[in-house]
Nanobody, 115 residues
Framework: QVQLVESGGGLVQAGGSLRLSCAVS????????MGWYRQAPGKQRELVAE???????NYVDSVKGRFTISRDNAKNTVYLQMNSLKPEDTAVYYC?????????WGQGTQVTVSS
């Protein structure tokens, strides 16, 4: 059974930084595409950033230059470094592990950015 556990969310003032972590159990982490998604109240869940198993990254335009996704295959962990946070970044952030025929979600971690 694959489990994803996010941590690192919290309350921060605008302009501040947070680093999210997602620890993955199981042996498939190094083969998987890992992504961070977010869902704000009343909005659809959206992809924020993803990283392939060989390190290629992709970001939604609204976070480019502010957020950085990275992975440590030795620790089965993916990170999201979030800088210059804005109130509109407030959401529940979810980690997702994707393989060609299945995917898993974490439980989510709340990020709240105050103005």
């Amino acid at each position: 059974q694959v489990q994803l556990v996010e941590s690192g969310g919290g309350l921060v003032q605008a302009g501040g930084s947070l680093r999210l972590s997602c620890a993955v159990s199981g042996s498939i982490f190094s083969l998987a595409v890992m992504g961070w998604y977010r869902q704000a109240p009343g909005k659809q869940r959206e992809l924020v950033a993803e990283i392939s198993n060989y390190g290629r990254t992709n970001y939604v335009d609204s976070v480019k230059g502010r957020f950085t996704i990275s992975r440590d295959n030795a620790k089965n962990t993916v990170y999201l470094q979030m800088n210059s946070l804005k109130p509109e970044d407030t959401a529940v952030y979810y980690c997702r592990l994707t393989r060609p025929t299945f995917y898993y979600w974490g439980q989510g971690t709340q990020v709240t950015v105050s103005s």
